[in-house]
């Protein structure tokens, strides 16, 4: 199917039971969710415990006026990919103590490895704006989480959502920072990001890109 039989539209919040089956497909099998979710704490068949952690993360997201998802739709506005793209740092919330987080995390979670990745993000942050500068980093978009339902990728949905980010960064003269797997590095150095660190998360390199803006002439 051409990409011209999809639309693109904002999320709403009756998508996020689809957000979270696109996430959960997409993201299934890779080392590190695996890791997160390991088969040992499942309580049994599906994925329960994992969609409603999710749904209190997309409710949030969706709330917040720096933080936007767009979604690609088939002709019945059925939602076959989404991004969420974060326009601004988000607002500075309390630190919570550690048995805090845990008490937020499902059962089915392994709480060390969670502690572990928010640990790595937090790192790789640091690079990023070290590469951008300070003030740079602080006005970049930022490309948080990029799916596509496995039945409809290699159609240009993924395309159709970086572009959305993308026109909205150029029009503003910003960067564009973000986190990737080994599947969509081949992407976005197609589309003239540059990679500038990796990191080993539980047995799966990530990739940092960034993209500044055009000059102007």
Known sequence: MATSAFKIREACKADIPALIQISINANRGRPLINALFPPHLKAGPGDPEESFFQESWYETGLQRENQHY????????EVLGYACWQSAPGPLEPEKTREERKAECPPTMDF??????????KALQEHVKAVLGEDEFKRAWYLDVLA????HQRKGIARMLMQWGEERAAREHKSIHLVSS???AKLYRALGYEQVGEMDLVGQPEAVFIKRPAQES
């Open 70 to 77: 767009p979604v690609v739709v088939n002709d019945k506005d």
């Open 182 to 184: 080994p599947t969509g």
């Open 112 to 121: 060390d490895v969670w502690e572990f990745l928010r640990n790595a993000i």
């Open 148 to 151: 596509v339902d496995p039945a």
